[in-house]
Every structure is written in structure tokens, then in C-alpha cells.
């Protein structure tokens, strides 16, 4: 199977640095799934975008796939309550 390399914008890798460490597991391992599988069961597309989402609980990864590379590109990492009004 391939894996994707995964990626982050210095957004990402901020929200990611200040997440609390049980919300960092469940983020980590939502975004060590995305290296396997960019389209797990429960992505979707966020809408007037070309990106999609994770959901990690309540934090939410927002990100996009680059095929022609195998590369999966974190854009930003938040709270369900904010993430969208980045975007």
C-alpha cells in the first residue's frame, strides 16, 4: 500500500504544538490515518473549497491532497466551534 507524506503549514504545525497532549494523541492519530488513507470514512469536503476536513473529536484537520506527489498538506488544525472561519 502507498503512504502518503503528510505536511503541515506553520498554521498546523502551531495549532498542533498548542493542543492539549490527550487532544494531541487523538489528533496524531487521526493525521497517521490520513498518511494510509487521505479519504477515510469520516472526511468530507468542506464546501467552497477544495480542501477537506478530519474529524478528531472535536478538533477538526483541515487538508488537502496532492496526488501527483503522494503528499497530504495540513493546512490548519482547531476546534470544530472555529476551524471554519478560517476557511
Excluded: C, W
Excluded at 492519530?29 to 468530507?44: E, F, H, K, M, T
Excluded at 464546501?47 to 503522494?70: C, W
Amino acid at each position: 500500500m502507498t503512504r502518503y507524506t503528510v505536511e503541515f503549514s506553520r498554521a498546523a504545525e502551531k495549532a498542533l504544538a498548542q493542543l492539549q497532549p490527550q487532544i494531541r494523541r487523538r489528533v496524531d492519530g487521526a493525521i497517521q490515518v490520513l498518511s494510509i488513507d487521505p479519504y477515510p470514512p469520516n472526511s468530507r469536503p468542506v464546501k467552497g473549497t477544495s480542501t477537506f476536513r478530519l474529524r478528531a473529536g472535536d478538533y477538526r484537520i483541515i487538508y488537502r491532497v496532492n496526488h501527483g506527489v503522494l503528499t497530504v498538506i495540513i493546512f490548519d488544525i482547531g476546534h470544530r466551534r472555529n476551524i471554519y472561519r478560517k476557511f
